[in-house]
Nanobody, 124 residues
Framework: QLQASGGGSVQAGGSLRLSCAAS????????MGWFRQAPGKEREFVAA????????LYGDSVKGRFTISRDNAKNTVYLQMNSLKPEDTAVYYC???????????????????WGQGTLVTVSS
């Protein structure tokens, strides 16, 4: 099970850190990802991190502002979001992907475990 937390309301330019805690099993050999979905829009890839924490991927809209990291000892993945913009407003989901190709991690279809989502609202 994946449990996302840390969402909330913030003004543009502010920061939030999302957490995704895994329970019931270890995901240390899984890649972990964050996706988001705004009202009326499709789910969008945000970031992913390989199981060893060495390789990371980011969506174009968040590069340079968001940072994904993980702590395998705590079975937790984080998404540090800085310089938030109103267009970052969405429900953010964490997900786990069994070992797969690096390029596949951009696609929601690569992930077989999903958290419940946490709402991030950025006001202008």
């Amino acid at each position: 099970q994946l449990q996302a937390s840390g969402g909330g309301s913030v003004q543009a330019g502010g920061s939030l850190r999302l957490s995704c805690a895994a329970s019931g099993r270890t995901f240390s050999n899984y890649a972990m990802g964050w996706f988001r979905q705004a009202p009326g829009k499709e789910r969008e890839f945000v970031a992913a991190i390989k199981w060893g924490g060495v390789g990371t991927l980011y969506g174009d809209s968040v590069k340079g502002r968001f940072t994904i990291s993980r702590d395998n000892a705590k079975n937790t993945v984080y998404l540090q979001m800085n310089s938030l913009k109103p267009e970052d407003t969405a429900v953010y989901y964490c997900a786990a992907s069994p070992p797969t190709s690096y390029s596949s991690l951009y696609s929601a279809g690569a992930y077989n475990n999903w958290g419940q989502g946490t709402l991030v609202t950025v006001s202008s």
